[in-house]
């Protein structure tokens, strides 16, 4: 393979890695990026630790870990050396010399990353270096970010999960560093970063294009390279990083080094790159030259296998009509507040599904249909992260089902319900799906309210049920094939819910 030279940036540039699991990965990265392309960790700009010559210090953030580390991949004889953001500490182990409280510590250092991934930078206003997540109060930023974590089809990036202490009850979850569908909802933009290297899965999955459509326009994010499904553990990214730092320093584009990167790793289906029109050809050069295309066009294009070469005009896929949970909060006296889950409060820990909370499904017919007829039969099936991840819901054991109502579209009060029956039942050898029947009369919105009675023992806090709906009508002859295409839903963004247990919650 020919290398190219690269020359050193003609203005300085910066790179900087977070990571909440295995750290071998993110130190490779870093110590790979930094040997071959001649920029600079964004972190050694930060004093170092007089007492601990592998931390370095940051005033303003006492106990986040900014640690330089040796590691050594699996069956390699190669040791990287490199100095990381480890919120949760060294491996995501929940511990840190510098931890007093570590459930307290760890949310606080996520809680600045989650800002700092927006806008990663470095301030020297004080006289002490110090790391800033405002851009406009930062001296240096970041051009490029790797973040290594777990991921989810909802765009969340989580920590490793263990047994950790929060207020008194010992809970075992993760830490969430990011989720596109938050800082969407916030406005939030990018400034400054100009890439972004997801090594996580699921994380670029097209069901959240509109919250990375939202953060990404009008910002200064050029690109993002990651998953639309698994990614490999921390060891299968480092031979993945080698790979896409080789194509790279061979003239490939971001776009072409990581999807020869990913499928030289096994796997060709799973790789996504984001980036707009004008950075479809960014190469290291380009950025060491200064010669990078400036974002003149609105238009983000979405690469994967099917479409490498050209790209599609990234668009937000709407869902074919409107399935969510809702939680009925106690609020004055008895009166109960409906708060509906979505993208962007599903991980407000108030809105987390426990024992004994009492929750609603609420599903409406798509538009076509107009409202459920006689005979209709609607299948709610429920999933944990994936369809495929391997743990058998029981839905029977987790809920009890309390009633399921018909109602007038857009009308919820209990005087305004339909004389209409509603059966629900569990579907014939399916321990994870609903079935319900519409025995009489013609109604317009179907609510299912639900007890939890537990929460199966492998289900991990924070992380998302979401719900697949199926519609049957009784007579859908003259249908179009585009409408009944329209009666199934997998609904990952909007008709999901987090889990939020303690420890002896377990079931």
């Known amino acids: 393979m020919t290398t190219i030279s690269v020359g050193p940036p003609v203005v300085p540039l910066h790179y900087v890695g977070i990571d909440v699991t295995g750290s071998v990965d993110t130190v490779a990265w870093a110590e790979l990026w930094n040997k071959k392309f001649f920029w600079r960790n964004l972190l050694s700009h930060l004093p170092a ?31 990287f050396t490199d100095t990381i953001i480890a919120p949760c500490g060294d491996d995501a182990k929940f511990a840190d010399k510098n931890f007093n409280d570590p459930a307290t510590d760890m949310l606080a250092n996520v809680r600045f990353v989650k800002s700092f991934v927006l806008s990663p930078g470095v301030s020297t206003d004080s006289g002490s270096a110090t790391l800033s997540a405002d851009s406009s109060n930062s001296t ?18 989580y920590s490793d999960d263990h047994d950790v202490t929060v207020e008194g009850r010992r809970k075992k979850m993760p830490f969430v560093i990011f989720t596109p ?8 933009k990018f400034s400054g970063v100009r890439w972004l290297i997801l090594s996580n899965c699921n994380t670029l999955r097209q069901d959240i294009n509109q919250d ?17 499904d698994l990614s490999p553990g921390p060891d299968g990214s480092v031979n993945i990083n080698r790979r896409l730092v080789r194509e790279l320093a061979a003239g490939a584009t971001f776009k072409d080094a990581w999807n020869k990167a990913v499928s030289e790793a096994g796997r060709p289906n799973n790789w996504v790159v984001i980036c707009h029109e004008d950075a479809v050809d960014d190469t290291i050069s380009a950025f060491n030259t200064g010669a990078l295309k400036p974002i003149a066009s609105t ?24 399935a969510f949970w809702v939680k009925l909060v106690p609020i004055a006296g008895s009166a ?24 609603l499904i609420e599903i409406l017919p798509p538009e076509e249909l107009g409202s459920f007829s006689k005979s209709t039969e609607i299948e709610i099936t429920l999933h944990y992260i994936r369809e495929d991840y391997g743990i058998d819901l029981d839905i029977q054991k987790m809920f009890n089902v309390e009633k399921v109502e018909g109602f007038k579209l857009g009308v919820t009060q209990p005087d305004s319900v339909v004389n209409t029956s509603i059966f629900a039942s569990l579907k014939k050898n399916k321990t994870d799906t609903w079935l319900l029947s519409v025995r009489k009369d013609e109604i317009e919105d179907i609510e299912m309210t639900l007890t939890c009675l537990a ?48 420890v002896s919650d377990r079931a």
Request: glycine fraction near 8%; charge should be positive.
């Open 336 to 359: 109960l507040e409906r708060v509906r889950i979505t993208s962007a409060n599903r991980l407000d820990e108030s809105n987390h599904l426990s024992v004994g909370d009492t929750v």
């Open 299 to 322: 238009v983000i294009k979405r690469f994967t296998r099917r479409n490498a070469k050209d790209g599609i005009e990234m668009k937000t896929i709407p869902d074919p009509f409107e």
């Open 212 to 228: 990375w459509l939202e953060v990404m326009q009008g910002s200064s994010l050029r690109g993002i390279l990651g998953f639309q």
């Open 455 to 502: 929460i199966h023992k492998k289900i991990i806090s924070f992380y998302p049920l979401w719900i697949e709906v199926a519609i049957s009508p009784a007579n859908d002859a003259e249908l179009t094939q585009d409408v009944r295409d329209k009666l199934k839903g997998k609904f990952r963004r909007n008709g999901s819910i987090s889990a939020g247990r303690s």
């Open 181 to 188: 569908a938050h800082a969407a909802d916030k406005k939030q």
């Open 140 to 157: 240096i930023t970041a051009d490029i970010v790797y973040i290594s974590s777990h991921g989810t089809a909802q765009g969340d990036m």
């Open 49 to 79: 630790d007089p007492a601990d010559e592998n931390r370095l210090l940051d005033d303003t953030h006492p106990t986040l870990p900014i640690l330089t580390l040796k590691k050594k991949p699996g069956g390699s004889g190669v040791n």
